[in-house]
């Protein structure tokens, strides 16, 4: 069992840089692929960006390449999301995810979610 709390997000003006943390409990932390989701005001919740249990392999969403990067310690039991040049419609519920299965972009095969931390990105 792994239980996760996101921390870092706010408001940030379109452009800019926010850089989202995941703090896991456990000592397994280092068995479970990890991944970034969001869900925006009245939208479904999207996929944003995974990571392999030792951040050998990232996986990004198309719109995010090149812009965000996921990276994880697993020393320190976190995952993070670097986020560059921001825009308005990224404005959404940031959420991690947890599974000890295998990298995927379907938020289904991930078994542990924390609460989310708001991003606003204004124009």
């Known amino acids: 069992q792994v239980q996760l709390v996101e921390s870092g997000g706010g408001l940030v003006q379109a452009g800019g840089s926010l850089r989202l943390s995941c703090a896991a409990s456990?000592?397994?932390?280092?068995?479970?692929?990890m991944g970034w989701f969001r869900q925006a005001p009245g939208k479904e919740r999207e996929f944003v960006a995974a990571?392999?249990?030792?951040?050998?392999?990232?996986y990004y969403a198309d719109s995010v390449k090149g812009r965000f990067t996921i990276s994880r310690d697993n020393a320190k039991n976190t995952v993070y999301l670097e986020m560059n040049s921001l825009k308005p419609e990224e404005t959404a519920v940031y959420y991690c995810?947890?599974?000890?299965?295998?990298?995927?972009?379907?938020?289904?095969?991930?078994?542990?979610w924390g609460q989310g931390t708001h991003v606003t990105v204004s124009s």
């Open positions: 995810a947890a599974n000890r299965h295998f990298v995927s972009r379907s938020g289904r095969e991930y078994d542990h």
């Open positions: 456990g000592r397994t932390f280092s068995s479970y692929v």
């Open positions: 990571i392999s249990t030792i951040g050998s392999s990232t």
